[in-house]
């Protein structure tokens, strides 16, 4: 068997993080100069909700600024990767119910990570919709079937933040107790490789309301631990939470 890619969340935060130098900016690059660098991405991205599946078609896709309220020097950031026919056709050939967008391009949850990871733009990337009629067991079951992808070179990317709770943030570098309370919670399931407490967040009280909120930015988090094999070594990154609500936690499996 070929020598299977890593797999990787990463917890994305604000979109400013995609041209600062910062702690969690210089950890994504070390990221991408420690892993093989991948014949492919196929990123989920907490800003790209559909009502089933999809993923993008361009050959060309666009970078796409969905944020306001940012200095210019952010929006004018273009990431100009790739698309890929190939891994296209491939999640089409495991999911046949997957549709193909060929309007939608590289959200902020994307590039913004990306522009630090692989600066040059010269990887094929293709994202893949959150579908609203999955529930979180779906999305988990929906990353199995990608896990396959990692033996031919494609680097699964959740983005998103495990805790993230925009509507109660602080503009400071503090913590709500209940953020760190699921935040740690969380990594400690993750290393027992208790998947079903993750997936079934709604058993774990307030804080677990709090910290998942909407939901969107976790669920990324459920297609790379389904995509994850038994046994693999895990690490974690930018162990921290911050504004308050935001869990910056990056894990990588393999």
């Given at each position: 068997?070929?020598?299977l890619?890593p797999v990787?969340?990463?917890?994305?935060?604000?979109p400013?993080?995609?041209?600062?130098?910062?702690?969690?900016?210089?950890a994504?690059?070390t990221?991408?100069?420690e892993?093989?660098?991948?014949?492919?991405?196929?990123?989920?991205?907490?800003?790209w909700?559909?009502?089933?599946?999809?993923v993008?078609?361009?050959?060309?896709?666009?970078?796409?600024?969905?944020?306001?309220?940012?200095?210019q020097?952010?929006?004018?950031?273009?990431?100009?990767?790739?698309?890929?026919?190939?891994?296209?056709?491939?999640?089409m050939?495991?999911?046949?119910?997957?549709?193909?967008?060929h309007q939608?391009?590289?959200?902020?949850?994307t590039?913004?990570?990306?522009?630090?990871?692989?600066?040059?733009?010269?990887?094929?990337v293709?994202?893949?919709?959150?579908?609203?009629d999955?529930?979180p067991?779906?999305?988990?079951?929906?990353?199995?079937?990608?896990?396959?992808?990692?033996?031919?070179?494609?680097?699964?990317?959740?983005s998103?933040?495990l805790?993230?709770?925009l509507?109660?943030?602080?503009?400071?570098d503090t913590?709500?107790?209940w953020?760190?309370?699921?935040?740690?919670?969380?990594?400690?399931?993750?290393?027992?490789?208790?998947f079903d407490?993750?997936?079934?967040?709604?058993r774990h009280?307030?804080?677990?309301?709090?910290a998942?909120?909407?939901?969107?930015?976790?669920?990324?988090?459920?297609?790379v631990?389904?995509?994850?094999?038994?046994?693999?070594?895990?690490?974690?990154?930018?162990?921290?939470?911050t504004?308050?609500?935001?869990?910056?936690?990056?894990?990588?499996?393999?």
């Amino acid at each position: 068997m070929n020598k299977l890619m890593p797999v990787l969340f990463i917890g994305h935060g604000s979109p400013m993080n995609a041209i600062e130098q910062n702690e969690f900016s210089l950890a994504w690059k070390t990221i991408g100069r420690e892993i093989s660098k991948p014949k492919a991405i196929l990123s989920i991205s907490a800003h790209w909700q559909t009502g089933t599946s999809s993923v993008t078609g361009s050959s060309n896709p666009e970078t796409i600024h969905d944020f306001w309220g940012f200095p210019q020097e952010l929006y004018d950031v273009q990431y100009p990767a790739p698309g890929s026919d190939w891994l296209v056709k491939k999640v089409m050939k495991c999911i046949p119910s997957v549709g193909i967008d060929h309007q939608w391009g590289l959200d902020h949850g994307t590039w913004s990570v990306l522009n630090q990871m692989y600066p040059d733009a010269d990887i094929p990337v293709v994202q893949l919709s959150l579908g609203r009629d999955l529930d979180p067991n779906g999305h988990y079951i929906f990353g199995q079937s990608l896990r396959e992808f990692r033996e031919e070179g494609v680097l699964i990317l959740g983005s998103g933040n495990l805790v993230h709770n925009l509507g109660i943030f602080i503009p400071e570098d503090t913590a709500y107790d209940w953020a760190l309370e699921y935040d740690t919670s969380v990594r400690d399931w993750i290393l027992k490789k208790d998947f079903d407490n993750i997936i079934h967040y709604e058993r774990h009280g307030q804080a677990a309301q709090l910290a998942v909120n909407s939901a969107e930015h976790y669920l990324p988090l459920l297609y790379v631990l389904g995509a994850s094999e038994t046994g693999e070594q895990v690490k974690f990154f930018c162990e921290k939470v911050t504004m308050g609500s935001i869990s910056m936690r990056c894990v990588q499996f393999g």
